[in-house]
Nanobody, 118 residues
């Protein structure tokens, strides 16, 4: 059974930092492209950052210079380090594992709430 379990969300003041983790099980983690997405109330889900199986990272413009995505294949975990958080970063953050290129499926975690407020 495939599971993606996010953790690390919470309430933080503007300018603060959080690190999200997504632990995977039931998949050959190293072949999956991993991504962090977010969805704010009343808005569509959007890509925040992605990291390919080979390690190349990409970021949405609105987080460049503030967020860093990384992965540890030995721990089957992807991380999102979020610095200088803004109120507009408030959303449910979900991780995604994609290996459709290898016909190995696409999976989502349940999400973790990040609230940036004073």
């Amino acid at each position: 059974q495939v599971q993606l379990v996010e953790s690390g969300g919470g309430l933080v003041q503007p300018g603060g930092s959080l690190t999200l983790s997504c632990a995977a099980s039931g998949i050959v983690f190293r072949i999956y492209d991993m991504g962090w997405y977010r969805q704010a109330p009343g808005k569509q889900r959007e890509l925040v950052a992605g990291i390919a199986s080979g390690g190349r990272a990409n970021y949405a413009d609105f987080v460049k210079g503030r967020f860093t995505i990384s992965r540890d294949n030995a721990k089957r975990t992807v991380y999102l380090q979020m610095n200088n958080l803004k109120p507009e970063d408030t959303a449910v953050y979900s991780c995604n594992a994609d290996a459709m290129y290898a016909r190995a499926g696409n999976y989502w975690g349940q999400g973790t709430q990040v609230t940036v407020s004073s």
